[in-house]
Structures are given as structure tokens and as C-alpha cells.
């Protein structure tokens, strides 16, 4: 070693420390793998600007690209009891749901009101990040508290689905949370409100078997994976070889399963228009009547 790179290298160093340059600058896409700015990449409500790929979004993000100005206020869900089947695998259930809120700052679902293209509105919006959205006690709760807000705000309701289903460290209990978001969505049906689903990537097992079909207006962002069993799960049950596409919401809306597929950036504008046509049924314009033809005389 030449005494230039004794003395040049370390000073140079020592300029640069590794603390002073932030890790999370550039995200690759997980669809075309090209390598985007992070500052760019939230710019656009986290769409690749290259392929269009939907990545994920955490559910505050998602409420405020929603609501009017970003602004929306959010409720106190029920408190349900943290592990009642003292569940343990390789970690104690407790210490995940720890772990779980230390990360996000939440739980799997935010519940929130405000207005949405000028319209009242109550939006429960999942996280994927919080032990991939799964539906707990905890979820139903918040499902069944959001659903009578909307119907004591007269509001419409939409929920933002993006989990793995229910939630196997609460066994049994998790599964009834099916019947019950049912329960939550025939309520709204009863006071003659709007509910409308937003199918985000992915919705899958429980949640998909239960409140996230039960909507009058199926809505799902593109590339988006939507169905109860995975794939490979159904290939070798039924050995057979699915066809390209299967599960994904521009192949549901092809089968009619779904209503629309839409772009996140045009998802705040399509929801208004639709709660407008949902809530506002009246005739936009003079009904008039139309003269009955006369019978011929004979």
C-alpha cells in the first residue's frame, strides 16, 4: 500500500460515515424489478411509474389519498381480549401482536370518517403489514363498529380489503368473525346505505369468503389477487393447470366477479360518482309522461 492510499482512503472515509446515508432511498418494483426513487415512487401513490404495478399501501396512506384533503378522523375500535386461546408456535401469540404494533403503529384495520368527493363517508381501510391483514377478533370488531357509524352518520361504507384471511392463532374464534362481518353488512342493507368493497392485492381466504363479496359495488385496483385458496393449493387438489391470470382481478372481471377494475389514482374520483348514484336515486330531470296511443275507432 502506497502512502497516497494510506492517507487518501481513510480521510476520504472519514467524510462518509454509513449512518449519514439513508438505506431506503430507492424500492425496487417486485413487477419489473426496476429500481424507483422513494420520493418519486409516494409522488405517485406508490404506482410504478414504469409497469404500472400496484405496490402495497400501508392503511393510513390509503385513507388519506381517499378522503377530501387527506383529512379524516378516525375511531376507537372496541378492545377484545389479546390472546384468548394463549396461543404459541414458534412465538408467543402476545409477543407478535407486540412486535405487529411496534412496526405499524396500529393493527390490522383503521376505521375512519370524513367526506369523499363531498359525500359523508366511513372507510375501513386494512394494513398487510400487521400479520398480512388477518382477520382476528379484533378485525371484526372494527368492521361491525365502522358499519353502525355509517349507519348513525347516514354515510356510505367502504372497506379496503388487503389480507391472508382469518387469523389462525385465534382458531375457532377468528372464523365466526365471518358470520359476524355478515351481520355487519346486512345492517347497512337494512338502512338502505351504500357498501362498497375496494379489492386490493391480495384478499384471499376468509376475508374473500365472507364481507369482501358481499358488496353492491365490487371494485378492485389492477393486478390485484383475489380468491380463497392460492393457486398452487388448487393445482394439486384438482390436477390441473390454471390458466395464466387466474385470481387476478382483470381475470375476475372477464368471469364477473367483480364490477370494475380501477386505478388508484382514479379510485377517489369513481367512488364519489358511485356514491352519488347509490345514495342519489331520484330522477335528475322532469319525469315526463308519455301519451298513450288511442285505440282506432272502428
Given at each position: 500500500m502506497s502512502w497516497l492510499d494510506r492517507f487518501a482512503r481513510p480521510k476520504v472515509r472519514g467524510l462518509f460515515r454509513k449512518d449519514d446515508i439513508p438505506q431506503d432511498l430507492w424500492e425496487k418494483c417486485p413487477n419489473c424489478e426496476q429500481m424507483i426513487f422513494h420520493r418519486e415512487l409516494e409522488?405517485?401513490?406508490r404506482v410504478c411509474p414504469h409497469c404500472d404495478h400496484h405496490l402495497r399501501l400501508d392503511a393510513r396512506k390509503r385513507l388519506t389519498y381517499l378522503f377530501d384533503d387527506g383529512e379524516f378522523q378516525t375511531i376507537e375500535l372496541p378492545e377484545v381480549a389479546a390472546d384468548p386461546l394463549r396461543f404459541r408456535d414458534r412465538k408467543r401469540y402476545?409477543?407478535?401482536?407486540?412486535?405487529?404494533?411496534?412496526?405499524?403503529?396500529?393493527?390490522?384495520?383503521?376505521?375512519?370518517?370524513?367526506?369523499?368527493?363531498?359525500?359523508?363517508?366511513?372507510?375501513?381501510a386494512f394494513d398487510f403489514a400487521f400479520l398480512g391483514g388477518s382477520m382476528g377478533v379484533a378485525v371484526g370488531e372494527a368492521l361491525l363498529a365502522g358499519a353502525r357509524l355509517a349507519v348513525l352518520q347516514d354515510s356510505a361504507f367502504i372497506v379496503v380489503p388487503a389480507s391472508g384471511g382469518a387469523r389462525m392463532q385465534e382458531g375457532t374464534l377468528s372464523l365466526m368473525q365471518m358470520v359476524r362481518t355478515t351481520v355487519a353488512v346486512d345492517e347497512l342493507k337494512e338502512a338502505h346505505l351504500p357498501y362498497i368493497v375496494v379489492l386490493t392485492n391480495p384478499t384471499t381466504g376468509g376475508v374473500t369468503a365472507s364481507f369482501a363479496m358481499l358488496g353492491d359495488i365490487a371494485i378492485a385496483e389492477p393486478g390485484a389477487v383475489i380468491?380463497?385458496?392460492?393457486?398452487?393449493?388448487?393445482?394439486?387438489?384438482?390436477?390441473?393447470?390454471?390458466?395464466?391470470?387466474?385470481?387476478?382481478?382483470?381475470?375476475?372481471?372477464?368471469?364477473?366477479?367483480?364490477?370494475?377494475?380501477?386505478?388508484?389514482?382514479?379510485?377517489?374520483?369513481?367512488?364519489?360518482?358511485?356514491?352519488?348514484?347509490?345514495?342519489?336515486?331520484?330522477?335528475?330531470?322532469?319525469?315526463?309522461?308519455l301519451a298513450r296511443p288511442q285505440a282506432d275507432e272502428t
Amino acid at each position: 500500500m502506497s502512502w497516497l492510499d494510506r492517507f487518501a482512503r481513510p480521510k476520504v472515509r472519514g467524510l462518509f460515515r454509513k449512518d449519514d446515508i439513508p438505506q431506503d432511498l430507492w424500492e425496487k418494483c417486485p413487477n419489473c424489478e426496476q429500481m424507483i426513487f422513494h420520493r418519486e415512487l409516494e409522488n405517485n401513490q406508490r404506482v410504478c411509474p414504469h409497469c404500472d404495478h400496484h405496490l402495497r399501501l400501508d392503511a393510513r396512506k390509503r385513507l388519506t389519498y381517499l378522503f377530501d384533503d387527506g383529512e379524516f378522523q378516525t375511531i376507537e375500535l372496541p378492545e377484545v381480549a389479546a390472546d384468548p386461546l394463549r396461543f404459541r408456535d414458534r412465538k408467543r401469540y402476545q409477543d407478535r401482536l407486540r412486535d405487529a404494533r411496534s412496526e405499524t403503529n396500529q393493527d390490522a384495520v383503521i376505521v375512519a370518517h370524513g367526506t369523499l368527493g363531498g359525500h359523508s363517508a366511513v372507510v375501513a381501510a386494512f394494513d398487510f403489514a400487521f400479520l398480512g391483514g388477518s382477520m382476528g377478533v379484533a378485525v371484526g370488531e372494527a368492521l361491525l363498529a365502522g358499519a353502525r357509524l355509517a349507519v348513525l352518520q347516514d354515510s356510505a361504507f367502504i372497506v379496503v380489503p388487503a389480507s391472508g384471511g382469518a387469523r389462525m392463532q385465534e382458531g375457532t374464534l377468528s372464523l365466526m368473525q365471518m358470520v359476524r362481518t355478515t351481520v355487519a353488512v346486512d345492517e347497512l342493507k337494512e338502512a338502505h346505505l351504500p357498501y362498497i368493497v375496494v379489492l386490493t392485492n391480495p384478499t384471499t381466504g376468509g376475508v374473500t369468503a365472507s364481507f369482501a363479496m358481499l358488496g353492491d359495488i365490487a371494485i378492485a385496483e389492477p393486478g390485484a389477487v383475489i380468491g380463497f385458496a392460492g393457486v398452487r393449493v388448487i393445482e394439486d387438489t384438482i390436477r390441473e393447470k390454471l390458466p395464466e391470470g387466474f385470481q387476478r382481478s382483470e381475470h375476475l372481471l372477464e368471469h364477473g366477479m367483480i364490477d370494475m377494475v380501477v386505478r388508484r389514482h382514479d379510485l377517489r374520483a369513481t367512488l364519489s360518482k358511485l356514491i352519488s348514484l347509490l345514495r342519489n336515486t331520484a330522477p335528475t330531470a322532469e319525469v315526463v309522461e308519455l301519451a298513450r296511443p288511442q285505440a282506432d275507432e272502428t
